[in-house]
């Protein structure tokens, strides 16, 4: 222990507290044990009142930081998030901003207790420390958490914490949410759980190693200001609460408001949902083999495999099972149980639990297995996080889904949602910028994509995404400041929500001109080969997405002879851009790609993606889908195929939709032969290698999948996909190893 002794209450270790607080959940079910809630029974409007005077502590400090920031992505957008911590790490309250990290900052102090930071570096008043490490607790390198503890006396009685979203991380490729990396020594900064600071001031090592560590050094540095800021207003924010009610009702109120908030939300799932087994598969890529500057082992298309699982148990208890995933691999879209438990945060907040008290007492009535070895939790120290949320954004469409159900069940059909949109095209890259200087950019534009249908409405359009509940774009001449890329366009793409009775969210496009840059180059993000979800109760999953970059245009001259050109391409099929403009198009579905220069003149389309449908496409009102024309949401040569409207014509769309029931009774087979003719492609392996290596992956990570696999396909015993998954194999031996040196460790 420190010189100054154990900082804890009434003379314990932070490290004892935290094993004594679980203990008693182990034993009880509830939060440190607590059977009444006795400040709440007692004086219910001061309960509130405290409450209220801490979370507004939080939102206030967020308000006030945000308008410190000069970076684009925290003060366009507001990606920040503070939060109130116990001495053991567990969340109180939350700001308004990026729930995710709601929880990833709890696990972060969590492991400084475990690893005895009490002791060795020590933590006492006006200390600062900082993580980045998704394997400590984070989702990537780009989320940079800033955590201040506060003290009453010469007691801690909790933490204050900010984080946000570094618009770049100084990793391999430019950026804050980088492609190129394959393993984490190419993640960028990295900042695994470290004191950083001491008097309330940050040290000047820690301060030149962030200004010489990314290709943004103004913005990080502000952002770094605007986090300790923040922490700083929510610790004056709880001093000052302390000094008014007393250190015991302080102490006694962040207990019982955690085990409030577990007892609610096991109420509220009680009553919204229906117990049962849910699944809902989900699918994404990565297509790398034709990247020429990747080695060997990393040039491969992998598929990712996400059988979400979730149980809703009769007590009120939320299991999320991910056995059966794929194995994680050679690029930076693997993930961490930490990131996973933050992903769980952001649809708890925007499905059951969006008008309860915010905090760690929801996650208390939580179980979850994200299996080793899997892109859900890769276990490998060297694995790459850098977009973690490739993974996150598409498997958690599985955790929309099966809540849905669970509350259509129920009777709760204003809150059913089908599958939002993957956050994707993320336009990113950096070079010279307009300026002259080195820059890079992640435009975050990427916050505003469709929506998934509801029971009752449309999706929302191009207002949506599932990691930020405050949708926002930004202001394009902001954007236009900090990137060499001038807007020539930003308007509804056409055919991007998934059709149903109720579509899902459109999203949209921009056109983009790279302007007074001799270089820059630029990644494209999203899913090109794969639908990631589909639609609830008959509804379509949304659009894939391509790229279409055009370099060494002829579009400065097309200008400087003032003669017409377009600026946007409503429909690929017959696309304005393809035909107007010369140049080198890059005109496929290759939407995931390692950066490419572009430079002055060059064209760049950023096509955001839209979200899933719900129900019967046919059952879509004639009215609906004029005004879906109309507004450009859907090209109107689509609207006989898909919604089976004749446009101006409401009775002979009646004998259309006949016409098209008709057929798909007459192309209808009975399950037993659709499953007899899929069994035979299974066992004649009629599928690509990526597919064949993903559920290999799967079952050879889980017998439980593979046994469930063999038997629902009526299998033989041994069948297994004959290809190689070396990730699988690493794994394994990783995992052997780790447990034989728990082995010797545990040994007298």
Known sequence: MSARGAIGWEGQSLLAMLERSEQLLAATGRYQGLEELTLKRSDPIRYEKLFSRLRGGLVSARETALNISASPIVKEIGELCFALYTPEGDSVALSTGIIVHVHTMSDAIKYMIRQRYEENPGIAPGDIFTNNDA??????????????????????????????????????????????????????????????????????????????????????????????????????????????????????????????????????????????????????????????????????????????????????????DYDGASAWGHHSCNCTPSAMQGAIWVQLTQLLICNDKVNDGAYLALRSNFPPGTWSNHSNPQCSTGIAWSFLIPSFTGFVKSISRALQARGFVEEVLAPYGLTANAFQG?????????????????????????????????????WNPEGDMGDMEMWEMIEPFLYLSQRVKPNTAGPGRHRGGSGYECLRLAWSTPFYEMQNIG????????GLWGGYPAATG???NIRGSDFLDLIQARAPYPQSEPDPGASELAAGIAGRHDFDIEATTLPEVMAHGDLYLSIYRGGAGLGDPLERPYESVMADIAGGFLL??????????????????????????????????????????????????????????????????????????????????????????????????????????GTREASP
């Not at 200087?437 to 449309?458: E, H, P, W």
Request: some cysteine; charged content about 30%.
């Open 527 to 534: 899913n090109g080969y794969c639908f990631i979800q589909a």
């Open 546 to 548: 391509y790229r279409h």
């Open 135 to 320: 394997m400590i607790g984070d989702v990537h390198n780009a989320d940079v958490q800033t955590f201040v503890p506060i003290f009453w006396e010469s007691e801690l009685v909790g933490w204050a914490a900010g984080v946000t979203h570094e618009i770049d991380i100084g990793a391999k490729t430019p950026g804050s949410v980088p492609i190129g990396p394959i393993s984490r020594f190419e993640d960028g900064i990295d900042l695994p759980a470290r004191k950083i600071g001491s008097h309330d001031e940050l040290w000047r090592d820690h301060v030149l190693a962030g200004l010489r560590g990314t290709r943004t050094p103004m913005y990080w540095t502000l952002d770094e200001k605007t986090r300790l800021a923040g922490a700083h207003m929510i610790r004056d924010a709880v001093e000052r609460v302390i000094a008014q009610e007393g250190v015991d009702v302080y102490k006694r109120f962040i207990r019982e408001v955690i085990e409030d908030g577990r007892r609610s939300f096991q109420a509220r799932l009680r009553e919204m949902t229906v117990p049962g087994r849910y699944r809902a598969p989900a699918f994404s890529e990565v297509p790398f083999a034709k990247e020429a500057q990747l080695p060997s082992y990393a040039r491969r298309d992998t598929l990712m495999h996400a059988p979400l699982e979730l149980r809703i148990t009769r007590e009120g208890m939320l299991e999320l």
């Open 636 to 741: 109107e040569r689509y609207a006989d195929s898909i919604y089976g409207v004749v446009p101006g014509d409401p009775q002979a769309t009646e004998r259309r939709r006949g016409e098209l029931r008709e057929h798909r009774r007459a192309k209808a087979v009975p399950v037993r032969e659709w499953m007899k003719s899929e069994r035979e492609r299974i066992l004649e392996l009629d599928m690509i290698e990526p597919v064949q290596r993903m559920y290999a992956e799967s079952m050879r990570l889980s017998e439980r999948f593979a046994r469930e696999l063999r038997a629902f396909w009526e299998l033989p015993e041994e069948f297994e996909f004959p290809v190689a998954t070396p990730e699988v194999e690493l794994s394994k031996a990783m995992l052997a190893g780790n447990a034989a040196e």
């Open 430 to 466: 950096g070079g010279i910028d307009q300026y002259g200087r080195q820059s890079a950019t992640t435009n975050f534009g990427l916050s505003c994509v469709g929506g998934g249908a509801k029971m009752i409405l449309d999706g929302l359009d191009y207002a949506a995404a599932m």
